[in-house]
């Protein structure tokens, strides 16, 4: 039971070049979420998907874009980076449950964009 | 819009000591609480939830909700320095039912032998 994984764990990219996150989990949850993270902002909301079939935006969504490929996998793609988008991006998941509604954390991806 | 706040911090106890960590919401509607620890360089692991007006124990750790108030508040008991780490306050259930967390942007806690 490994949890919520994400691949890569580093990443450097230039100004423009593409990439995606890859997130999975095992804990049968319906709900996943992506997260990014700098220095005195605190966890901001890149996107989320409420059950399999479904994704929405969160709080900082512009630049990104969001594929629930099945219950398992959510991914997150950057079109076209930017210095701005250098953060430290988490992958969570959860039961979806109303009041119950505990994340899980992934360990992250650092990316560094030139 | 729906706020948490904490104190940034740093907070810091000697080792032994009891370290009390505050967070406060704006949503009074709010349903559900969590506290997460996340050390420097590591995601955020849940480390306690509470849903009802009063004290929850786990061990060292109890979790402390005020509904009335609109606080939640963690004590670490016995603090140790394996214990220093940044602690986020994580709050959902508010108006329009959404189960969708706020974060808080979390305090540091410094324990020092």
């Known amino acids: 039971n490994a949890g919520v994984t994400q691949t890569p764990k580093f990443q450097v990219l230039k100004t423009g070049q593409s990439m995606t996150l890859q997130c999975a989990q095992d804990m049968n949850h319906n709900s996943m979420y992506w997260y990014r993270q700098d220095p005195g902002m605190g966890l901001r909301l890149i996107y989320y998907?409420?059950?399999?079939?479904?994704?929405d935006k969160g709080e900082v969504p512009n630049g990104y874009n969001v594929s629930r490929l099945n219950k398992r996998e959510f991914s997150l793609r950057l079109e076209s980076a930017a210095p701005s988008q250098t953060s430290v991006y988490f992958c969570a998941s959860s039961a979806g449950r109303f009041n119950y509604n505990e994340q899980f954390f992934g360990p992250g991806t650092r990316l560094t964009v030139l | 819009q729906k706020e948490v706040e904490q104190n940034s911090g740093p907070l810091s106890v000697p080792e032994g000591a009891i370290a009390s960590l505050n967070c406060t919401y704006s949503d009074r509607v709010s349903q559900s609480f969590f506290w997460y620890r996340q050390y420097s360089g590591k995601s955020p692991e849940l480390i306690m939830s509470i849903y009802s007006n009063g004290d929850k124990e786990d061990g060292r750790f109890t979790a402390q909700l005020n509904k009335a108030s609109q606080y939640v508040s963690l004590l670490i008991r016995d603090s140790q320095p394996s214990d220093s780490a940044t602690y986020l306050c994580a709050v959902n259930g508010g108006a329009g039912g959404s189960y969708i967390p706020t974060f808080g942007r979390g305090t540091s806690l410094i324990v020092h032998p």
């Open positions: 998907s409420a059950s399999e079939g479904t994704t």
